[in-house]
């Protein structure tokens, strides 16, 4: 750590704004990820965050490859139903910072959050110690819901699971939603290493939900050393479709048939099987009022606006590409027959048009491959830089896109705002729009949008 790291001459105060803040911490450590938790856990400490979880909240913690955000949507709307007050955590985030801590379903003020920032701020030069932007503001988010008595915890692991800062509470329920390859330079380069640092999350005795029907060895030895309980997906619980608007989710001890909720049933059977094998108290009506209710910006997320249909979603890797495709065909063939039957006259057939950017450590090869050979109708695809520093080049969405389609269909823009603006030109009302390959391309194409409804 350096001296400069700890000095608090440019650090802002109480009266300071959010990006201040924000701007702040992203600059006083060495870098944005250093996963371990020897830094954290004297500053958590020391804000007594780890003891009031201990003692006053039920925690639910999520860890997984993809479907996380789904998952802790779904589990703090169910308990919120039920009348729990209720703490969600999620990263990162789309618009707003907000985003990311809410209690009973309400983003935080900046108020809190800055309240927060300066009491974690101080515990950290107390201790001495550099943290990360990541670790910052998830002890700040932590201490918000200590302070505001929740009673359940609902959160969103970041990285991994083992020495994500989020392992710093101790879960009572642990639900890994499933693991395949992805951080390779964090977490390992195979699916054993990758499910070893998942299952850091378990704690002796707990109840583990695995939501996929395949469990990597290193998983089972990490149930089998903690002497845990698992309910696995296919096993011990699974989910039918009965048609367009209900379907059936049954365990050892129950079937219910339940209305379908605007997020992907396989991480909704997830979080119900979590909320069941918990002892809290939710009920079916607070589960169908959940459901019905539920929503999550990014996740297959259908809007009409402009003129234009739009689907965004944040699938940024292969199987996040799977579970997109696997709603998204279906929905292609409703759109299909809408628009087939309208009364408008369009001088040519519906198509998909992308609005398409990723961050360059992913597997953008692997990403493009699936939905340019899933047989959906693409026309076109918008591409552009997003504003971040792991972004993929221009240069190198057009090198690896050119591989699968024809170069007339790859339209280059310096910013993703101009993409945005481009395919919203560029297409027919009949047209679908799909934003995807990152957290950021949809933060940045929603910000575009609604820039463009300011003008």
């Known amino acids: 750590m350096s001296d400069s790291s700890l000095s608090t001459s440019n650090t802002p105060t109480e009266h300071s704004s959010l990006t201040e803040w924000l701007d702040y911490m992203q600059q006083i450590h060495v870098s944005a990820i250093d996963m371990g938790l020897s830094r954290v856990l004297p500053v ?47 990263s990162p985030h789309l618009s707003v910072f907000n985003e990311r801590v809410r209690i009973n379903g309400e983003m935080v003020s900046d108020e809190t959050l800055i309240d927060a920032f300066s009491k974690v701020e101080a515990a950290r030069l107390r201790c001495a110690l550099t943290l990360s932007f990541f670790e ?162 990014g996740r297959f997320d259908y809007r009409e606006t402009h003129n234009r249909h739009w689907l965004f979603d944040v699938a940024h890797n292969e199987q996040g590409v799977e579970f997109l495709l696997a709603q998204l065909l279906p929905l292609w063939q409703q759109h299909i027959a809408k628009q087939d039957g309208s009364e408008q006259v369009t001088s040519k057939p519906a198509s998909i048009k992308m609005l398409f950017s990723m961050l360059g450590d992913k597997d953008i090869n692997k990403v493009v491959q699936r939905l340019t050979e899933a047989g959906l109708p693409i026309s076109d695809w918008f591409i552009a830089e997003i504003d971040y520093p792991r972004a993929a080049s221009t240069e190198q969405l057009q090198s690896i896109l050119a591989s699968y389609v024809d170069s007339a269909q790859i339209h280059e823009f310096k910013r993703l705002s101009e993409a945005t603006d481009a395919v919203i030109n560029d297409s027919q009302a009949q047209d679908l729009i799909v934003v995807c390959g990152s957290f950021h391309t949809i933060g940045e194409a929603l910000a575009a949008i609604a820039d463009d409804d300011l003008s």
């Not at 006053?56 to 709307?77: E, L, M, P, R």
């Not at 990597?216 to 039918?240: E, L, M, W």
Request: proline share 2%; hydrophobic share 45%.
């Open 44 to 90: 958590a400490e020391a804000l007594g965050v780890v003891q009031s979880a201990k003692d006053d909240a039920y925690v639910f913690t999520v860890a997984g490859t993809n479907g996380k955000g789904s998952t802790t949507a779904v589990i703090a709307q169910m308990c919120q139903a039920a009348g729990y007050k209720t703490a969600l955590y999620q």
């Open 136 to 297: 910052m503001t998830t002890l700040a988010a932590l201490l918000i819901f200590a302070e505001a008595d929740c009673d359940v915890w609902v959160l969103e692991v970041g990285l991994g699971g083992r020495l994500d800062v989020v392992n710093i509470i101790d879960p009572d329920m642990a639900v890994i939603t499933n693991i395949a390859i992805d951080h390779v330079d964090w977490l390992g380069d195979n699916i054993e290493d990758i499910g070893r640092e998942k299952a850091g999350i378990l704690r002796e005795g707990i109840t583990l939900v695995y939501g996929a029907t395949a469990m990597p060895a290193s998983v089972q030895q990490a149930i089998d050393t903690h002497k845990a309980t698992c309910y696995q997906a296919g096993q011990d619980f699974d989910y039918r479709e009965v048609d367009a608007d209900v379907w059936q989710y049954s365990n050892a001890a129950v079937t219910m048939q339940l209305p379908r909720p605007a997020l992907s049933l396989t991480n909704t059977t997830n979080a119900l099987s979590a909320v069941l094998a918990s002892p809290l108290n939710i009920d079916k009506k607070a589960i169908e009022q959940a459901l019905q209710t539920v929503k999550l910006a």
